[in-house]
């Protein structure tokens, strides 16, 4: 007989357990991994989604049974185990007044225990290294133990409800990820192993090219090559022969009268060929696209142009520079760069070389400064531009957060080389 009302108890406790366990696998599992089972064919995936689109049903269904398993095993055992146990230490001649309290507390203690470790603690830690897997397998009686307890789910969820309303919290808050939320996962995969740091570095540059506008990515327009259709024979030959890119841009007259582009080594064997002539031919119109577009948008104007090449022009029609696949590429990883990119060097006293045309997102988290919302620079040079506001000379300098930037060197109206040195904290700015 004691070995059927152990039985029953410990039924309890792992019917608890299995309660908890689906509670926490239901709430951890996400969404898309359950949406890809589903499209693979798993029922049980779409059964969890339906639970899982209503958290506050789930929640109330989940604590009616874990409520009802804790008073039933609580009663049970202390009404036939205890009782057991009290009969027994008072036929070893202990008196009742004390054989019956310490029966019951060490019922009370060790049922305690294995609810907790084995009716809690296991259950919550397999529902949580294995959401979608548990979720799929308890998905149905999860969706039966609902429709059962209907009446009383739909109760306390309106109970809940109401209790969020008094507390002002009536608005559901929007399931899904943030991008911080996406970069603490990938960091915590890479303290795991699941992702190596080049890794993480590359997906951390392609969200930040979503953040990015298509000046920050573009060659601007003083880098552009380019050629003018009006010259002689021998001015445009030697114009592609010089060119250190694929393609080159074709205007006539100057560079805002731009009429396409010439893939420049199809230019050299069409001169060979046929003559300079022939290079004319070669002209292929160029997209343009509004230096106001994100940089993640340009990337399917590049699949649509036939060169991959694309012009940015402001509102007045002027060319502000051009985007080319390299252009995202590089931006996306950081160790393939031309040998006239921009670059940041980190010298042996700790202070860091820079180029003017440096990201200013890439600068800000290296060294974590702080940046104004709603900046309008893109590039370390638009940084010292807007700080300084006028074009500064060769050896000047100003502070931001715990760095000094100098101005090194200077090429026309370009800033071309900026030398951050770190400072003390006494020396932080406002």
């Not at 290296?366 to 060769?394: C, D, N, Q, S, W």
Request: proline residues 4%; hydrophobic residues 45%.
């Amino acid at each position: 007989m004691l070995a059927v009302e152990l039985a029953i108890v410990v039924g309890l406790i792992v019917l608890n357990g299995f309660l908890a366990m689906s509670e926490l696998a239901l709430v951890s599992a996400k969404r898309p991994l359950l949406e890809q089972m589903v499209r693979d064919g798993s029922r049980g995936a779409g059964v969890a989604l339906e639970l899982t689109g209503d958290p506050g049903r789930l929640l109330s269904t989940v604590q009616i049974g874990i409520t009802l398993v804790g008073i039933v095993a609580g009663a049970f055992s202390g009404a036939t185990i205890a009782e057991r146990g009290d009969a027994w230490l008072e036929s070893q001649g202990m008196p009742t007044r004390f054989a019956e309290p310490l029966a019951f507390a060490v019922v009370i203690v060790t049922i305690t225990y294995f609810s907790v470790v084995l009716g809690e603690l296991v259950p919550k830690q397999v529902g949580l290294h294995n959401a979608e897997r548990v979720a799929v397998i308890v998905a149905r009686p999860m969706q039966i133990l609902a429709m059962v307890a209907s009446p009383v789910v739909g109760l306390l969820a309106w109970s809940a409800r109401l209790g969020l309303r008094l507390l002002g919290q009536s608005r559901q808050r929007e399931s899904g990820v943030t991008d911080e939320e996406i970069r603490t996962m990938i960091e915590e995969a890479e303290r795991t192993g699941l992702v190596e740091p080049e890794e993480r570095s590359m997906i951390s540059r392609v969200m930040r090219l979503g953040d990015r506008s298509v000046r920050a990515v573009m060659t601007p327009r003083p880098d552009v090559e380019w050629l003018d259709l009006q010259d002689s024979d021998d001015e445009i030959l030697d114009a592609i022969r010089k060119s250190m890119h694929g393609r080159i841009l074709a205007a006539n007259g100057s560079i805002d009268e731009i009429v396409g582009a010439i893939p420049v080594r199809a230019a050299l064997v069409a001169a060979m060929d046929e003559g300079v002539g022939a290079v004319r031919a070669l002209v292929q119109k160029v997209p343009a696209v509004s230096d106001r577009l994100a940089a993640i948008d340009v990337v399917e104007q590049l699949r649509r142009s036939p060169l991959n090449l694309v012009m940015v022009v402001d509102e007045h029609g002027s060319i502000e520079g051009i985007v080319t696949e390299g252009d995202i590429l590089k931006t996306i990883v950081a160790d393939i760069e031309e040998d006239d990119g921009a670059h940041i060097v980190q010298r042996d006293d700790g202070s860091l070389l820079i180029d003017g045309g440096y990201p200013i997102d890439e600068l800000v988290a290296r060294l974590g400064i702080p940046l104004p919302t709603g900046h309008g620079y893109h590039t370390v040079a638009g940084f010292a531009l807007e700080r300084m506001r006028r074009l500064p000379k060769a050896g000047e300098s100003f502070r931001h957060g715990l760095w000094r930037f100098e101005i090194v060197d200077v090429d026309g109206q370009r800033i071309d080389k900026i030398l951050a040195v770190p400072q003390p904290t006494l020396h932080r700015s406002v």
